[in-house]
């Protein structure tokens, strides 16, 4: 299953690239981004009315939330945590790809010394009233 978790990653990432480069837009990950101590960075990389794609640094923690009208892909590009999606635990590390339908009960917290940076392609574009959190 590694095996498979991570061609899906690959084939993503690559189809990423290809459209951006259709589009005259390319960006190489992990992003420079102004550093922070605690909390989660987010930048935006594109956007259309199909998705959004970001790239997110977190530092600690993303508490519980769930998107009731669109679903998430991340593929980790670096540091490691571990995602509770509903009941269940993945472990996250470079590579991983974890996709994320809509109604999941979602959250992370980093492992590493270092923050998690991941890709995230939501679809379709991400609503930002659609992020609603959850109590522990």
Not at 42 to 70: F, G, M, W
Not at 99 to 104: A, D
């Amino acid at each position: 299953m590694k095996g498979f978790s991570l061609s899906v990653s690959f084939c993503l990432l690559m189809i990423i690239c290809c459209l951006t480069t259709c589009i005259h837009a390319q960006t190489q990950l992990p992003l420079s981004l102004p550093l922070a101590e605690s909390g989660v960075h987010v930048e935006k990389l594109s956007e259309d009315s199909l998705s959004t794609a970001y790239y997110i640094v977190v530092h600690d923690e993303v508490k519980p939330h769930y998107h009731a009208r669109h679903s998430e892909h991340i593929v980790v590009i670096e540091g490691e945590g571990l995602m509770r999606m509903n009941a269940d635990t993945i472990a996250l590390s470079p590579g991983i790809h974890v996709f994320i339908p809509s109604g999941t009960i979602h959250a992370v917290k980093v492992t590493s010394d270092g923050p998690l940076g991941v890709l995230s392609i939501q679809t379709p574009r991400f609503d930002p009233t659609d992020r609603i959190s959850v109590e522990d």
